[in-house]
Protein backbone atom coordinates (compact mmCIF):
# COMPACT_ATOMS: atom_id res chain seq x y z
CA UNK A 1 0.00 0.00 0.00
CA UNK A 2 2.18 2.65 -1.27
CA UNK A 3 1.29 6.61 -0.35
CA UNK A 4 1.58 8.21 -3.65
CA UNK A 5 0.75 12.07 -2.30
CA UNK A 6 3.13 14.31 -1.49
CA UNK A 7 1.25 16.33 0.85
CA UNK A 8 2.02 13.72 3.25
CA UNK A 9 5.05 13.71 3.79
CA UNK A 10 5.83 16.09 6.93
CA UNK A 11 7.80 19.03 6.10
CA UNK A 12 10.51 18.25 8.28
CA UNK A 13 11.21 15.15 6.76
CA UNK A 14 11.77 16.74 3.45
CA UNK A 15 15.37 17.87 3.00
CA UNK A 16 17.04 20.35 0.75
CA UNK A 17 20.59 21.33 -0.10
CA UNK A 18 21.30 24.92 -0.89
CA UNK A 19 24.34 23.76 -2.30
CA UNK A 20 25.22 20.20 -3.96
CA UNK A 21 27.12 19.00 -7.17
CA UNK A 22 27.52 15.52 -8.12
CA UNK A 23 29.68 14.36 -9.79
CA UNK A 24 30.17 17.94 -11.93
CA UNK A 25 26.23 18.57 -11.85
CA UNK A 26 25.04 21.37 -9.48
CA UNK A 27 21.68 19.79 -8.21
CA UNK A 28 21.37 22.35 -5.58
CA UNK A 29 18.22 23.78 -3.96
CA UNK A 30 14.70 21.43 -5.98
CA UNK A 31 17.17 19.06 -7.23
CA UNK A 32 18.54 17.90 -3.84
CA UNK A 33 15.46 17.54 -2.52
CA UNK A 34 14.59 13.57 -0.73
CA UNK A 35 13.02 12.34 1.76
CA UNK A 36 14.88 11.59 5.35
CA UNK A 37 14.72 8.05 6.10
CA UNK A 38 12.84 7.20 9.13
CA UNK A 39 12.60 4.28 10.83
CA UNK A 40 9.41 2.98 13.25
CA UNK A 41 10.01 0.91 15.95
CA UNK A 42 6.95 1.59 18.00
CA UNK A 43 4.17 -0.20 15.54
CA UNK A 44 0.78 -1.49 17.31
CA UNK A 45 0.62 -4.32 15.97
CA UNK A 46 -3.44 -4.96 17.40
CA UNK A 47 -4.15 -1.33 15.99
CA UNK A 48 -6.75 -2.88 13.24
CA UNK A 49 -7.92 -5.08 15.82
CA UNK A 50 -8.01 -2.62 18.40
CA UNK A 51 -10.30 -0.07 15.67
CA UNK A 52 -12.29 -2.58 14.09
CA UNK A 53 -14.09 -4.22 17.62
CA UNK A 54 -15.12 -0.70 17.92
CA UNK A 55 -19.08 0.32 16.41
CA UNK A 56 -18.25 1.65 12.57
CA UNK A 57 -15.19 -0.06 12.04
CA UNK A 58 -15.84 -3.78 11.51
CA UNK A 59 -15.12 -3.73 7.73
CA UNK A 60 -11.45 -1.49 7.90
CA UNK A 61 -9.87 -4.64 6.73
CA UNK A 62 -12.17 -4.42 3.14
CA UNK A 63 -10.38 -1.39 1.73
CA UNK A 64 -8.11 -1.16 -0.78
CA UNK A 65 -6.48 2.19 -0.44
CA UNK A 66 -8.56 3.29 -3.85
CA UNK A 67 -8.98 7.01 -2.19
CA UNK A 68 -12.68 7.81 -3.06
CA UNK A 69 -13.21 8.67 0.59
CA UNK A 70 -10.91 11.27 0.56
CA UNK A 71 -11.35 12.70 -2.56
CA UNK A 72 -15.46 12.89 -1.67
CA UNK A 73 -14.80 13.93 1.79
CA UNK A 74 -16.69 17.18 2.67
CA UNK A 75 -13.70 18.48 5.74
CA UNK A 76 -11.14 17.06 3.70
CA UNK A 77 -12.00 19.89 0.71
CA UNK A 78 -11.87 22.51 3.33
CA UNK A 79 -8.68 21.09 5.18
CA UNK A 80 -6.29 18.79 3.23
CA UNK A 81 -4.96 17.05 6.11
CA UNK A 82 -8.21 15.42 7.18
CA UNK A 83 -7.95 12.53 5.03
CA UNK A 84 -9.61 9.02 5.97
CA UNK A 85 -8.09 7.06 3.29
CA UNK A 86 -4.12 8.16 5.31
CA UNK A 87 -5.90 6.95 8.30
CA UNK A 88 -7.44 3.59 7.32
CA UNK A 89 -3.91 2.84 5.55
CA UNK A 90 -2.34 3.76 9.10
CA UNK A 91 -4.51 2.05 11.16
CA UNK A 92 -4.32 -1.36 8.88
CA UNK A 93 -0.10 -0.69 8.52
CA UNK A 94 0.01 -0.49 13.25
CA UNK A 95 1.53 3.06 12.59
CA UNK A 96 0.01 4.60 15.80
CA UNK A 97 2.43 7.14 16.56
CA UNK A 98 1.87 8.44 12.95
CA UNK A 99 -1.79 8.18 13.72
CA UNK A 100 -1.67 10.33 16.92
CA UNK A 101 -0.44 13.30 14.77
CA UNK A 102 -3.34 13.95 13.60
CA UNK A 103 -5.62 12.84 16.69
CA UNK A 104 -6.69 16.66 17.17
CA UNK A 105 -8.38 16.62 13.55
CA UNK A 106 -10.12 13.24 13.14
CA UNK A 107 -13.23 14.42 14.89
CA UNK A 108 -14.30 16.89 12.83
CA UNK A 109 -15.81 14.35 10.71
CA UNK A 110 -19.39 15.79 10.15
CA UNK A 111 -20.57 12.68 9.59
CA UNK A 112 -22.07 13.53 5.84
CA UNK A 113 -21.79 10.22 4.88
CA UNK A 114 -20.18 11.52 1.40
CA UNK A 115 -17.73 8.67 1.43
CA UNK A 116 -19.91 6.01 2.68
CA UNK A 117 -21.42 6.45 -0.82
CA UNK A 118 -18.47 6.80 -2.82
CA UNK A 119 -16.41 3.31 -1.44
CA UNK A 120 -16.34 1.00 -3.28
CA UNK A 121 -15.67 -1.83 -1.11
CA UNK A 122 -18.19 -1.33 1.37
CA UNK A 123 -16.12 -0.17 4.34
CA UNK A 124 -17.84 2.71 6.16
CA UNK A 125 -15.26 5.38 6.23
CA UNK A 126 -17.68 7.75 8.24
CA UNK A 127 -17.95 4.54 11.06
CA UNK A 128 -14.17 4.48 10.63
CA UNK A 129 -13.89 8.18 11.68
CA UNK A 130 -16.33 7.71 14.25
CA UNK A 131 -14.48 4.53 15.87
CA UNK A 132 -11.27 6.11 15.86
CA UNK A 133 -12.42 9.17 17.43
CA UNK A 134 -13.96 7.04 20.19
CA UNK A 135 -10.45 4.79 20.38
CA UNK A 136 -8.50 7.99 20.87
CA UNK A 137 -10.70 8.84 23.52
CA UNK A 138 -11.07 5.23 25.18
CA UNK A 139 -7.28 5.29 25.07
CA UNK A 140 -6.96 8.79 26.51
CA UNK A 141 -5.15 10.14 23.58
CA UNK A 142 -7.89 12.96 23.25
CA UNK A 143 -10.34 14.21 26.07
CA UNK A 144 -14.18 12.91 25.21
CA UNK A 145 -15.63 15.32 23.14
CA UNK A 146 -19.15 16.77 23.21
CA UNK A 147 -20.32 14.69 21.15
CA UNK A 148 -19.58 11.82 22.81
CA UNK A 149 -21.06 13.58 26.07
CA UNK A 150 -24.63 13.93 24.15
CA UNK A 151 -24.29 10.69 23.05
CA UNK A 152 -23.78 8.83 26.27
CA UNK A 153 -26.77 11.21 28.13
CA UNK A 154 -28.90 10.75 25.15
CA UNK A 155 -28.17 6.85 25.28
CA UNK A 156 -28.50 6.88 29.09
CA UNK A 157 -32.26 8.75 29.04
CA UNK A 158 -33.19 6.17 26.27
CA UNK A 159 -32.12 3.18 28.26
CA UNK A 160 -33.60 4.68 31.51
CA UNK A 161 -36.78 5.81 30.96
CA UNK A 162 -37.31 4.61 27.26
CA UNK A 163 -37.88 8.30 26.28
CA UNK A 164 -36.18 11.40 25.56
CA UNK A 165 -36.74 14.49 27.98
CA UNK A 166 -35.18 17.58 25.99
CA UNK A 167 -35.17 19.89 28.40
CA UNK A 168 -33.44 17.57 30.68
CA UNK A 169 -30.92 16.51 27.93
CA UNK A 170 -29.60 19.71 27.08
CA UNK A 171 -29.74 20.60 30.88
CA UNK A 172 -27.39 17.78 31.40
CA UNK A 173 -25.34 18.18 28.47
CA UNK A 174 -24.80 21.80 29.27
CA UNK A 175 -23.50 21.08 32.71
CA UNK A 176 -21.24 18.39 31.65
CA UNK A 177 -19.74 20.34 28.77
CA UNK A 178 -19.21 23.36 30.79
CA UNK A 179 -21.63 25.31 29.28
CA UNK A 180 -24.23 28.14 30.23
CA UNK A 181 -27.93 27.97 29.57
CA UNK A 182 -28.14 31.89 29.36
CA UNK A 183 -26.27 31.49 25.72
CA UNK A 184 -28.07 34.08 23.54
CA UNK A 185 -29.10 31.71 21.03
CA UNK A 186 -30.59 29.42 23.76
CA UNK A 187 -32.50 32.22 25.03
CA UNK A 188 -33.60 33.10 21.55
CA UNK A 189 -34.53 29.32 20.68
CA UNK A 190 -37.16 29.02 23.93
CA UNK A 191 -38.34 32.30 23.38
CA UNK A 192 -39.55 31.78 19.57
CA UNK A 193 -40.94 27.78 21.42
CA UNK A 194 -43.08 29.88 24.01
CA UNK A 195 -44.29 32.51 21.49
CA UNK A 196 -45.27 29.39 18.93
CA UNK A 197 -45.95 26.34 20.54
CA UNK A 198 -49.43 25.47 21.78
CA UNK A 199 -50.20 26.04 25.49
CA UNK A 200 -51.11 22.69 25.92
CA UNK A 201 -47.92 21.14 24.49
CA UNK A 202 -45.69 23.77 26.47
CA UNK A 203 -47.40 22.46 29.50
CA UNK A 204 -47.20 18.86 28.82
CA UNK A 205 -43.29 19.38 27.83
CA UNK A 206 -43.11 20.94 31.36
CA UNK A 207 -44.63 18.27 33.35
CA UNK A 208 -42.37 16.01 31.61
CA UNK A 209 -39.46 18.12 32.90
CA UNK A 210 -40.72 18.34 36.29
CA UNK A 211 -41.54 14.74 36.31
CA UNK A 212 -39.31 12.51 34.19
CA UNK A 213 -41.95 10.20 32.66
CA UNK A 214 -41.11 6.35 31.72
CA UNK A 215 -42.72 4.40 29.06
CA UNK A 216 -45.11 2.08 30.37
CA UNK A 217 -43.51 -1.84 31.28
CA UNK A 218 -39.90 -0.42 30.55
CA UNK A 219 -38.38 -2.40 33.43
CA UNK A 220 -37.78 -5.88 31.01
CA UNK A 221 -36.45 -3.72 27.89
CA UNK A 222 -34.37 -1.72 30.02
CA UNK A 223 -32.33 -4.61 31.91
CA UNK A 224 -32.31 -6.76 28.44
CA UNK A 225 -30.43 -3.54 26.95
CA UNK A 226 -28.68 -2.69 30.09
CA UNK A 227 -26.95 -6.42 29.58
CA UNK A 228 -25.98 -6.19 25.91
CA UNK A 229 -24.76 -2.57 26.30
CA UNK A 230 -22.89 -3.83 29.55
CA UNK A 231 -21.54 -6.77 27.15
CA UNK A 232 -20.62 -4.53 24.22
CA UNK A 233 -18.62 -2.35 26.26
CA UNK A 234 -16.84 -5.01 27.99
CA UNK A 235 -16.17 -6.55 24.78
CA UNK A 236 -14.42 -3.33 23.35
CA UNK A 237 -12.42 -2.60 26.00
CA UNK A 238 -11.10 -6.13 26.70
CA UNK A 239 -10.33 -5.38 22.65
CA UNK A 240 -8.76 -2.46 23.76
CA UNK A 241 -6.68 -3.72 26.77
CA UNK A 242 -8.44 -1.86 28.91
CA UNK A 243 -10.07 -2.86 32.68
CA UNK A 244 -13.53 -3.91 32.49
CA UNK A 245 -14.75 -0.50 34.39
CA UNK A 246 -17.25 1.31 32.80
CA UNK A 247 -17.64 4.67 32.41
CA UNK A 248 -21.27 5.42 32.46
CA UNK A 249 -21.75 6.40 36.06
CA UNK A 250 -21.45 9.97 36.06
CA UNK A 251 -24.87 10.31 34.13
CA UNK A 252 -26.22 7.58 36.30
CA UNK A 253 -25.76 9.22 39.47
CA UNK A 254 -26.32 12.66 37.98
CA UNK A 255 -29.83 11.00 37.15
CA UNK A 256 -30.90 9.32 40.21
CA UNK A 257 -30.19 12.79 42.44
CA UNK A 258 -32.95 14.22 40.57
CA UNK A 259 -35.61 12.00 41.98
S1 LIG B 1 -18.63 11.36 6.76
FE1 LIG B 1 -16.77 12.33 7.57
S2 LIG B 1 -15.08 11.30 6.53
FE2 LIG B 1 -16.95 10.87 5.37
S3 LIG B 1 -17.08 12.42 3.77
FE3 LIG B 1 -18.25 13.20 5.49
S4 LIG B 1 -16.79 14.40 6.71
FE4 LIG B 1 -15.57 13.13 5.31
S1 LIG C 1 -13.15 4.60 -0.57
FE1 LIG C 1 -13.23 2.70 0.64
S2 LIG C 1 -11.76 1.31 -0.33
FE2 LIG C 1 -11.34 3.39 -1.10
S3 LIG C 1 -9.74 4.20 0.29
FE3 LIG C 1 -11.68 4.85 1.12
S4 LIG C 1 -12.27 3.27 2.59
FE4 LIG C 1 -10.67 2.42 1.29
Known amino acids: MPIHEKSL ?65 TVNALNPDFNPRFWIYLVRLGMQSELLRDKDIIWQCVSCNKCTYACPRDVNPEGVMKALSHWLELKGHTPKSPSMIFDEEFSEQVIRRGR ?43 LARLLAPRSRGWAAARAAIQDYV ?30
Not at 28 to 36: A, D, E, L, P, R
Not at 239 to 245: K, T, Y
Request: proline share 2%; with cysteine.
Open 9 to 73: IRPEDLKTHEQLVVEGVDVSGHWSTFIQTRVIADYNEALEEEVAALPGAEHIHRCWQCGSCTNAC
Open 164 to 206: IEEGRLIQRFFKRTGQTLNQEWLVEMVRRLLRHLPLALLARLG
Open 230 to 259: GAQQARQRRALGLGERLETGAADAADTTQH
